[in-house]
Each structure stands twice: as C-alpha cells, then as structure tokens.
C-alpha cells in the first residue's frame, strides 16, 4: 500500500470545493475558530438523533426522552466549546429548540426510514493525485444515515442550522459534494452500489422549529464526473498536486464567524 502524502477527515473534504484557502488554514495550517452556540446545539441534535436511530437499529429501546437526553448532556459538555455572545440565543432558548427538534425527529421522522447503519464507519480511500502525491480519506460517515429503500441503499444526511429549511423543503444546495463523497466512500467500504437517490434531512435551528427533506440525484456524478465533465476530484487533485488552494471571497461562509483565516485574508474583499 502506497504511504499517503496526507490523511484528511472524509467530513471535511467538502468544504473544499467551498473554500480551498479556508481548507487549507483549518487541515492543513491547523487553525482554529470557536463556533456560536447555534453550532453547538447542531452538535448536541445530531447526538440525540443518532442515539435514537442507533437505538432502533441495535433495538436497544432507546426512547424520545433518553434522545432529548443525550441532545441535552450534549449542549451542556464541558468539552463542547463556543463563544456565548455570539448568534444571539441564550442556552434556555437553545436548549427548549433542541428538545423540540429532536422530539419531533424521533416521533414523526426516524420512523420513516429503514435505517442500516448510522454514521458509519469506512474503509480509508486513497486518491492518487499525480507526481507521488497521495491523499487518503478516512473517517465515518458524519451524521448520515444509510437507508434501505425499495429502489435500494442510499444516503439520509441530517443537517441542521438556522437555514437548513426553506418554504417548507430541505436546502441540498452545496451538499451534493458531501453526499457523493459519502456515496463513494459506502460503495468503497461495503462493495455495494449506491441506488436510490440521496436525501438531505433539514432540521431548522433559527425561528420556528422545522423538519423538512430534499432529494439530491447525481452526487457521485458530481465528483467522479461523465465522459463530457470532469468531476470535482480530478479539481481537488490539481489543488493537492500543486499545492495551489484558491480562495472564494464569494462563499456564503465568508466571514469572521466561520473561518480563522478571515482576519488575515487579502481576499475577501474589504
């Protein structure tokens, strides 16, 4: 097995094609910067949901109140950091969202599903670059959920956050690079083939309590491309090669609030 140049969480590897330059300060530079509490409750909904759903699956008997529970130690961990003047919500607030949101995912949403695993574990994928340059992707399966459905195995990704619904359906915009990284990774650990259509599930943070879902159908394409397009792993690879990870002053996420290079950076604008 060749030694790759680099290991990088199969998570991050979406943000890439957001903003390289942002990237590149976070896994590769090693810098840091604290998230709002919004992002922290996000943390602890994603715990509570996973513990339900986990809890279906081993038929453990997880109920709704242990999930609100696990959403609820969550938020409150020590090691859960954030900076508590930002985002504009006090942790009472956060904590009544969290309950509501998770509540109603465990009672009206999780049963919906034929759920095979919960963020799953996979197999480290190696993509060869060029010029001995190696990047391997590790890692699980954040947050997503494999579904068995009539038409097969696909992805069910829960995403959270203040727009994570619109007009009454999930916002897929800027996940299919998540998604079908994901899809890959599951055909790569499983031998498996992905066929039925991914699905973002929303649950929205910001205003009134929201649950919604949206379908993306061409993820994988979107990374690995078709005989008219290269996808975005061929651009990732130049960017690894090179070393050359360019900056998108454009990115809805540029601002201080979400990367550590804002500061600093010549490119934004200002």
Known sequence: MVEPSLTVRASS?????????????????????????????????????????????????????????????KLHDPENEFDHGRDGITMKEAEFIGVSLVSEYCQVWSPKYNFVAIEMNTKEFDIDCGNGVVIRLKGTLD?????????????????????????????????????????????HTTGQQITSEAEIIGLKTKGKAEIATGVIGNAKQIMVGDENNKGLIEFAANMFRTGMFYPNPKS???????????????????
């Open 252 to 270: 809805t996420l540029c601002s201080e609030k979400y990367c550590p290079r804002w500061k600093k950076c010549i490119f934004k604008g200002d």
């Open 143 to 187: 947050r997503a959920r494999i579904k068995k459905t009539t038409a097969g195995v696909g992805i069910a990704d829960l995403k959270s956050g203040g727009n994570s619904v619109q007009n009454g359906v999930a916002v897929t915009k800027g996940h299919a690079a998540q998604i079908g990284t994901y899809e890959l990774l599951y055909e």
């Open 13 to 73: 590897w979406p943000s890439l094609f957001d903003c390289a330059y942002k990237w590149e300060g976070i896994h590769l530079l090693g810098m840091r910067n604290t998230v709002g509490l919004r992002a922290a409750l996000g943390t602890a909904i994603h715990a509570g949901t996973a513990a339900f759903d986990q809890g279906r699956l081993d038929d453990s008997g997880v109920s709704i109140i242990d999930a609100t529970g696990v959403m609820i130690d």
